[in-house]
């Protein structure tokens, strides 16, 4: 959580969801350490999906699929990569018992194959799969995004490493510099006008332009 003091336990409480699925969901995470998004980040989702009026999302990372059921949720059909078969398995079921099978494309397939594979326009494109990954991954999800829609990327401040410089938790020095980076690229890149948010664990929102 980067929100210090109060601020952070409040914010989260406040966005905590009372879905009984969900909450199994992040049980799940909790139990087997998978990282899924943070609940604030997760109504963001839904939240971008229905203000843009997204019709396609694409998302590299599903694991157990909670991110994926709040851009369904949110109106969107989701094309989802995920490469771990157990996390894959786990995401198909949770997505059918939310009654959204209909609503998702779920592949056991890496995301620079994947993504390579698909046909423009989407809406949205959602990045939180490996971070070594996130620079192709981004340029990838660029070209298939419309002018005017929404590039989301998760996790960019890193617990807050990327601001002070120490390194914490799953977050080395290299990790931190490849993030600080990359938060340079994308609010400079002129194919972008982007902005980066204290959401759960930082998240950079980009419109295309």
Not at 79 to 97: K, P
Not at 119 to 124: H, K, S, T, V, Y
Request: aromatic letters at 4%; a negative charge.
């Amino acid at each position: 959580m980067i929100l210090h003091g109060a601020v952070g336990p409040y914010v989260h409480g406040l966005n905590e969801d009372q879905d009984p699925l969900l909450a199994e969901m992040y049980d799940h995470a909790d139990e087997e350490k998978i990282p899924v998004v943070e609940p604030p980040t997760g109504r963001m989702l839904e939240v971008l999906c229905r203000v843009t009026r997204a019709h396609r999302a694409v998302e590299v990372g599903t694991a157990i699929g909670v991110s994926t059921l709040r851009l369904a949720r949110g109106g969107a059909h989701v094309t989802s990569f995920e490469v771990d078969e157990l996390r894959h398995e786990a995401a198909v079921g949770y997505l059918s018992r939310a009654g959204l099978a209909d609503r998702v494309d779920l592949r056991l397939q890496g995301a620079d194959e994947g993504l390579a594979s698909l046909e423009p326009p989407f809406d949205l494109a959602f990045i939180d799969g490996p971070k070594q990954g996130y620079a192709s991954h981004i340029e990838a999800a660029i070209a298939l995004l419309r002018p005017g829609g929404l590039l989301v990327v998760d996790n960019v401040l890193m617990s807050g490493t990327v601001a002070t410089g120490i390194p914490a938790g799953p977050w080395n020095r290299e990790n931190i510099e490849r993030g600080r980076l990359l938060n340079e690229q994308l609010v400079a890149n002129k194919r972008l006008l982007a902005a980066i948010t204290p959401i759960g664990d930082g998240l950079a929102i980009a419109a295309r332009l």
